[in-house]
């Protein structure tokens, strides 16, 4: 059961160049999360997504976007990367509110900016 | 607003001994749930407990308990007999409606790095 799945596990890019990071979840959730954890600080919500083909902003989205072409993939994109973005992201996913609001996350990606 | 505070950013304790760690939780909405979120050293976020704002029975699962209180607006969680194992980041969250759609966000404390000393 792999649950929320993200690669890459680490990047370092230089300042300016882009990148997309990978979420895959086989819960078959509707709802799908990126969060930023920053050292020291708790998780901020970058961007979120209720279902295939309809995605919204959280509370950091600038410099990224998203798409959700299918039930199971969330990829995030960064453009045109800054050194405020080195942070580690993690993606979740949950089924709904309610009975089973739980967000599962996956293992995070280490990104490094510089 | 949301917030969730952690007050307490370290805590080291011999292995064996009990610890507590804090939550305290501020929000506007009738209905909200209260999360616990454990992060090892291999860095991944593990799902411990969730319990819903109408139910106040505190809660044990073997050597966790979880203690609600809404009157003084923490949910505190407490490690009995504790093991090197235990050594982790640990998170508070707090959730509230995100959209029409039905989902939520979670808004998490900045967590609380215990150290288990053998």
């Known amino acids: 059961n792999a649950g929320v799945t993200q690669t890459p596990k680490f990047r370092i890019l230089k300042i300016g160049q882009s990148m997309t990071l990978q979420c895959t979840q086989d819960m078959n959730h509707n709802y799908m999360y990126w969060y930023r954890q920053d050292p020291g600080m708790g998780l901020k919500l970058i961007y979120y997504s209720v279902g295939a083909g309809i995605t919204d902003k959280g509370e950091v989205p600038n410099g990224y976007n998203v798409s959700r072409s299918t039930t199971e993939d969330f990829p995030l994109r960064l453009e045109l990367a800054a050194p405020s973005q080195t942070s580690v992201y993690f993606c979740?996913?949950?089924?709904?509110?309610?009975?089973?609001?739980?967000?599962?996350f996956g293992a995070g990606t280490r990104l490094s900016v510089l | 607003a949301q917030k969730v505070t952690q007050a307490q950013t370290e805590i080291s304790v011999v292995e064996k001994e009990d610890v507590t760690l804090d939550c305290v939780y501020e929000t506007r909405d009738t209905t909200y749930y209260l999360f616990w979120y454990k992060q090892p050293p291999s860095g991944e976020l593990v799902f411990l407990i969730r319990?819903?704002?109408?139910?106040?029975q505190n809660e044990i699962s073997g050597r966790y308990s979880w203690n609600f209180q809404k009157s003084t607006s923490s949910f505190n969680f407490t490690i009995t007999a504790s093991q090197v194992v235990d050594s982790a980041v640990y998170f508070c969250?707090?959730?509230?409606?995100?959209?029409?759609?039905?989902?939520?966000?979670?808004?998490f404390g900045t967590g609380t790095r215990l150290t288990i000393i053998p």
């Open positions: 969250a707090l959730s509230s409606w995100l959209s029409n759609f039905g989902n939520e966000k979670l808004t």
């Open positions: 979740a996913s949950s089924y709904h509110r309610g009975a089973e609001n739980i967000q599962y």
């Open positions: 319990r819903n704002s109408f139910d106040e």
